[in-house]
């Protein structure tokens, strides 16, 4: 078996809410999904985040504003 082979057959558990409003977890991790398109789908997002993150900051001929807010987590 190939480390390809192990890794493939790994979904995820689907036991981690995070980034919570009003105390509700706004976004989680759901159960079952495969662990190589959780992990395409995370970058992705990640890349959008950054992206619009750096048009915001950067960007002055643009209506879209960038801020910072911290929120500690319990």
């Given at each position: ?48 985040v950054k992206a619009f ?22």
């Amino acid at each position: 078996m190939t480390e390809t082979d192990s890794t493939s057959d790994l979904k995820t558990i689907g036991l981690t809410p995070f980034i919570y409003c009003a105390n509700q977890p706004l976004f989680h991790v759901s159960a079952g999904v495969p662990i190589g398109d959780a992990l395409i789908q995370a970058s992705d997002m990640l890349f959008l985040v950054k992206a619009f993150a750096e048009e915001a900051a950067y960007d002055k001929a643009t209506d879209r504003h960038a801020w910072l807010r911290i929120t500690w987590l319990q």
